[in-house]
């Protein structure tokens, strides 16, 4: 089980971080992501950090604003966002990927594991 949290309503230019603890099992060989759902729109992918941490990789929209990191017992993933704008606001999902030891990946399908989403809202 995936329990995202850390998400709520702040002005735009300010900054949340959001996390998602795992329970239940472990998932110190898997790699991790989010993605976010704006209102009206698809599920997109925002972060993803490989099972070691070392590696991550951005969507273009976040680059150089959000920082994703994992937590030392690697069954944690964080996603730290700054400079928020209107158009961040949206349900923000973490995830695991369907299979240990595999590469980052983008596209939903490659995750298995699904948290139950927070919400953010920023506010111009």
């Known amino acids: 089980q995936l329990q995202a949290s850390g998400g709520g309503l702040v002005q735009a230019g300010a900054s949340l971080r959001l996390s998602c603890a795992a329970s239940g099992r472990t998932f110190s060989n898997y790699g991790m992501g989010w993605f976010r759902q704006p209102p009206g729109k698809e599920r997109e992918f925002v972060a993803a950090i490989s099972r070691s941490g070392t590696s991550t990789f951005y969507g273009d929209s976040v680059k150089g604003r959000f920082t994703i990191s994992r937590g030392n017992a690697k069954n944690a993933v964080y996603l730290q966002m700054n400079s928020l704008t209107p158009e961040d606001t949206a349900v923000y999902y973490c995830?695991?990927?369907?299979?240990?030891?595999?590469?980052?990946?983008?596209?939903?399908?490659?995750?298995?594991?699904w948290g139950q989403g927070t919400q953010v809202t920023v506010s111009s």
């Open positions: 995830a695991v990927r369907n299979a240990p030891f595999s590469t980052l990946a983008t596209t939903t399908p490659a995750y298995g594991y």
